[in-house]
């Protein structure tokens, strides 16, 4: 059975869902503020995080951000009142998998909940500690660093190198690159997307201003030749 954990401070909005989940054969644990999730998700063998944004105390944003920087790789969706792509962006930036916008229907969450669940099953399974030339990457641990001096990533340069290294050698198009790092059905321009890559090549390649690693390939995307 899988577990997921609810992070709703509105008592009919938590009860709502801990009926519809039980319903389809999830466990539900249940937690009212961030300071409670962090405590049971960094303790707890969940399989999924639902998180709502706007908590008492510490929001779902530095939840989020807590949880992705001491290694909690538990995949997060994201509950949202607020409809700004700003907040929806924010939110995959710091870690999270996926967002809900409320009112949300509980078919759509409950197809969500499978899509993300169903993401992390079928991946295949990989060594914890990658090594690209001199980079060591700990999938664990979420970090990065060359000759044992960490590179500090942010959530999304994490993730798309992850993606990167796990399609080594692939040309991954702008559209599949979004796909891979943020989620499907997100909109972001190829300016965002290079500004990324660029970022990132910034942190990983020894001479940014000529990339060995992450190469663009004119017309069609990325490649990773690490």
């Known amino acids: 059975m899988k577990r997921i954990l609810v992070v709703e401070d509105e008592p009919t909005i938590a009860a709502g869902l801990e009926d519809n989940l039980s319903m389809e054969g999830y466990s539900v644990d249940l937690a009212e503020d961030g300071a409670a999730a962090e405590s049971m998700a960094a303790g707890g063998r969940y399989d999924l995080i639902l998180l709502d944004l706007m908590l008492p105390g510490k929001d779902g944003f530095s939840v989020c951000r807590s949880l992705r920087s001491a290694g909690v790789q538990t995949p997060i969706i994201v509950l949202t009142a607020r409809r700004e792509e700003i907040d929806k962006v924010l939110g995959l930036e710091l870690g999270a998998d996926d ?32 090594r690209i030339g001199d980079l060591e990457m700990d999938l664990r641990k979420l970090t990065v660093s060359r000759h044992g001096i960490p590179i500090p990533l942010t959530a999304t ?4 190198l ?12 702008l559209d599949r690159l979004i796909e891979l790092v943020w989620g499907r059905g997100i909109s972001l321009t190829e300016r965002v997307v290079y500004t990324h890559v660029n970022n ?5 390649e020894e001479d940014p201003s000529n990339p060995r690693l992450l190469v663009s390939v004119r017309g069609f995307g990325y490649r990773f030749d690490g």
């Open 99 to 130: 967002y809900v916008t409320k009112p949300f229907s509980p078919r759509e969450l409950l197809a969500r909940i499978k899509a993300v669940l169903r993401r992390y099953q079928d991946m295949p399974a990989e060594p914890e500690v990658r």
């Open 157 to 160: 340069e994490f993730r798309m």
């Open 162 to 173: 992850r993606e990167f290294v796990r399609h080594k050698g692939e040309v991954l198009a």
């Open 200 to 204: 990132l090549r910034g942190k990983i």
